[in-house]
């Protein structure tokens, strides 16, 4: 069974840093795409990040902030946000494709497994 659980979320100051972890199990992600998405109150969810092998990309709303990294041995995936904004506010959900293509722009109908999100608040 294939499970990921997102961790590392919570409330924090504008101008602030989290990081955001993503372990996947049952599934050895070392050959496919991770995403990150996020979906703030009354909003579509929208992609963040992704990574690929040796590809990264990121919207355009968190880049030169946002760092995704994975860990293969460890099946985990990482999100660090640094110099949060309180539109960055909205619960965070990692998701795996079964394809190496990896775009933030990437539909979520591409991605076969999902976590359950964990919340991140951002206060001005």
């Known amino acids: 069974e294939v499970q990921l659980v997102e961790s590392g979320g919570g409330l924090v100051q504008a101008g602030e840093s989290l990081r955001l972890s993503c372990a996947v199990s049952g599934f050895a992600f070392a050959d496919y795409a991770v995403g990150w998405f996020r979906q703030a109150p009354g909003k579509d969810r929208e992609g963040v990040s992704c990574i690929s092998v040796g590809v990264t990309d990121y919207a355009d709303s968190v880049k030169g902030r946002f760092t995704i990294s994975a860990d293969n041995i460890k099946n985990t995936v990482y999100l660090q946000m640094n110099n949060l904004k309180p539109e960055d506010t909205a619960v965070y959900y990692c998701?795996?494709?079964?394809?190496?293509?990896?775009?933030?722009?990437?539909?979520?109908?591409?991605?076969?497994?999902w976590g359950q999100g964990t919340q991140v608040t951002v206060s001005s």
């Open positions: 998701a795996v494709e079964r394809t190496a293509y990896c775009s933030a722009s990437s539909p979520m109908y591409v991605y076969e497994y």
